[in-house]
């Protein structure tokens, strides 16, 4: 079965909106997401400096999910409440799709 792959980069300028985002991260631990053809699903964080640092970048997430179907990943992006929480205050969300052509483990 094909998989579909989404990668989102969202970037967040205002406090408030930082705020918000380092706080639906943290639920993201507690409550994983969840939607219909989500397989697997992760909300990261960045680090500033150079990119990679101890010391987090509280303007830049990205959220990777693997889905079943292409389709469910629009839907998702276009309806899934959790998602538009996370996404609206943000000044810029960037990414692509994926399908995976070869996978190796679990």
Known sequence: MPTHI?????HFSSFWAKRKA?????KSLVSPWKAHGLLFAKHLGSGAGNGFSI???????AWI????????????FDK???????????????GWDAEAIRAHGS
Do not use: Q
């Not at 380092?22 to 943290?26: E, I, K, P």
């Not at 010391?55 to 997430?61: A, E, I, L, V």
């Not at 999910?65 to 998702?76: P, Q, S, T, Y």
């Not at 998602?83 to 960037?94: F, G, I, Q, Y």
């Open 65 to 76: 999910g693997v889905w079943e179907k292409e389709k469910d990943a629009v839907d998702f």
């Open 6 to 10: 989404t990668v989102r980069f969202l």
């Open 22 to 26: 380092f706080a639906l991260m943290g």
């Open 80 to 94: 899934d409440k959790r998602w538009l929480e996370l996404s609206n205050p943000s000044d810029a969300t960037k």
């Open 55 to 61: 010391w987090p970048d509280f303007s830049t997430y």
